[in-house]
């Protein structure tokens, strides 16, 4: 099924099931002259979640949005190098931006729901990938994304209801809800904590480890408690000393939090810097 | 024991001037305010004084007379209704897809920043010209005559930076956030103009269409150089008919000796205003429901 989403010449473009579900090789970012990333290479294992941590401005995010080429809306952003998806380059020029969305979905790092229903929310996905769902099997996608999502008890008798209504924590979660509903194969998550309150985040967190079975999750966050909590591996980012994010570090998040093996990882996590 | 000192400190001359200033401002503004007012309220008065005795339905019932106890304004009521109507379907299409163009779709900016400065040029053009444009390129140029459809295009065509811009300006009021939610689950650009960009900025569109009706069904000179003066005692039967709208009417009126004329006129102002009155007060209503949407 993936196959058929993403490749729009499945013979040249075939997803292989071994391997990493997402390889970046070389990958950089510019902004106009400036580059912002510079050198990741990276992998991305499947049915694990990585965290990426770093200070602000360490290019954390723009590097997430190479992912799921959401760095295509900027501009004068201007991607290099490349991301590999189960063995496709989704920088190709037969990969459709558009597929790779389909199955790279992603969360923002405020609740970003559209001025809709709480149920419209969930399946505008559905209804704009142009596959045809009866009423039914409709309501059934959106019951499930927000059951997977750790909001249906919430919402179940107030589908209806505008989505501004729901509380930031909710709004977040509907927003969770809205990326699975489109059965996506990985997660990328940008900062989805960092405008939320600590029992909200508890509970974000929380569903991260219950749906990371099915999903590979990239999650960006500047919290370290939070990579070391909900993480399976941990990448390390730092600005050098012209302000071009590199990846200095990664590897099992345990070994990064107790055993770290570049100096500038330890005083950032012991935080002496950042 | 050391008290508190109150300080006293002497005004300079600038500092009492600066005084003076904070006091006199407030007062400036309250006259520029109040001679604005007193303008309108003249305008109001003396046209209600004169021509409200007139008021009557026979006023847009009845067609125009030389006799002015018989005499109505139907045939410009309806010539206005019909150019102006159709105007905004020349305009509200047209502005809101270039609006859209120009705030959302474009990628060749220098052609952007081209066609943005034109527009606000255009928007600055007296309406006499466009009247002007509209006889040599459709009544004579297309063949359309002197008819409502050639005066409803000129009067679009006039009334369209208005609406582009406008549009343009609601495109940009839709936040980044919520276009980025959208295409992260994979909708096209087509998809986020329909279902996230359109529906959030149409209210705002639909305002600025609405002021540009206002204006339109204000306008005397374009016009006056497409159908020039008529007497005309008919309902249009189709938009290649002659026609009148109710300025010229007005002007019409204005210009003869007859007192009852005069009062006439100011009755029709009356009307017009009222019409004014009303598609502002709609704009107003639209955008507040559509505030008050957003709230929730």
Redesign the interface.
């Known amino acids: 099924m993936l196959t058929k989403r993403l490749a729009v010449q499945p013979e040249i473009l075939r997803p292989s099931d071994g391997g990493a579900v997402i390889e970046v090789k070389n990958l950089a970012v510019k902004y106009g002259n400036k580059y912002a990333i510079k050198d990741i290479n990276l992998k991305f294992e499947r049915s694990q979640i990585t965290a990426i941590i770093g200070p602000s401005g360490c290019g954390k995010s723009t590097f997430l949005r190479c992912l799921?080429r959401?760095n295509d809306?900027i501009?004068e952003a201007k991607v290099e190098g490349k991301v590999f998806y189960r063995g496709i380059d989704i920088y190709s020029d037969s990969v459709d931006p558009?597929?790779v969305?389909?199955v790279v979905?992603?969360v923002?790092q405020?609740p970003?729901?559209?001025?809709m229903s709480i149920f419209n929310n969930v399946s505008?996905?559905l209804?704009?990938?142009g596959v045809k769902f009866t009423k039914q099997e409709m309501y059934e996608k959106v019951k499930d994304a927000l059951i997977k999502a750790a909001l249906w008890d919430e919402v179940k008798d107030r589908l209806d209801a505008?989505a501004?209504?729901l509380s930031g924590g909710q709004q977040q979660r509907l927003?969770i809800a809205?990326?699975l509903a489109?059965d996506p194969d990985v997660i990328l998550l940008d900062e989805p904590t960092v405008s939320l309150d600590p029992i909200s985040t508890a509970k974000i967190e929380q569903l991260l480890r219950q749906i990371c079975n099915e999903y590979t999750i990239i999650i960006v966050t500047h919290n370290m408690q939070q990579a070391a909590r909900v993480s399976d591996y941990t990448a390390v980012m730092m600005p050098d000393e012209q302000m071009i994010g590199r990846l200095i570090e990664f590897g099992p998040t345990k070994e990064i939090f107790t055993n770290p093996r570049d100096k500038r990882t330890e005083d950032y996590i012991s935080g002496r810097i950042g | 024991m050391a008290g508190t000192v109150l300080e006293v400190k002497v005004l300079s001359r600038r500092d009492r001037l600066k005084k003076i200033l904070d006091i006199a401002t407030p007062v400036i503004l309250a006259i520029a305010v109040f001679i604005a007012i007193s303008a309108v309220a003249a305008l109001l008065i003396t046209v209600v004084y004169q021509g409200a005795g007139r008021l009557s339905l026979n006023l847009i019932l009845e067609y125009p007379s030389a006799n002015p106890a018989e005499a109505g304004m139907r045939s410009a009521f309806l010539g206005s209704f019909w150019t102006v109507g159709l105007s905004a379907l020349v305009s509200m299409p047209l502005g809101i897809a270039t609006g859209l163009y120009l705030s959302e779709w474009s990628?060749w900016r220098r052609f952007r920043r081209f066609v943005e400065f034109n527009i606000a040029n255009l928007a600055g053009v007296p309406s006499i010209i466009f009247g002007l444009v509209g006889l040599s390129l459709l009544t004579y140029g297309l063949g359309w005559g002197r008819s409502i459809i050639a005066g409803a295009f000129t009067l679009g065509i006039m009334t369209l930076p208005l609406v582009t811009v406008s549009a343009a300006e609601a495109v940009k009021t839709v936040?980044e956030?919520?276009?980025?939610?959208?295409?992260?689950?994979?909708?096209?650009k087509l998809?986020v103009t329909r279902?996230?960009i359109l529906?959030?900025s149409l209210p705002m569109m639909m305002t600025g269409a609405i002021l540009a009706i206002s204006r339109a069904i204000g306008e005397a000179a374009p016009i006056l150089i497409i159908s020039g003066l008529l007497f005309i005692r008919r309902d249009p039967v189709s938009i290649f008919d002659r026609f009148t709208v109710m300025p010229l009417q007005i002007f019409n009126w204005v210009s003869r000796p007859q007192v009852a004329f005069q009062e006439l006129a100011s009755a029709a102002i009356i009307v017009l205003l009222m019409l004014l009155l009303a598609l502002n007060a709609s704009a107003i209503a639209i955008r507040y429901r559509f505030q008050k949407?957003?709230v929730?």
């Open positions: 799921n959401m809306l501009p558009v597929a969305r389909t979905g992603m923002f405020r970003n729901p559209f001025p505008f996905g209804k704009v990938n505008p501004y209504s927003c809205r990326a489109v | 990628s936040p956030a919520l276009k980025h939610g959208a295409y992260a689950l994979g909708a096209t998809q279902y996230i529906p959030r949407r957003l929730l």
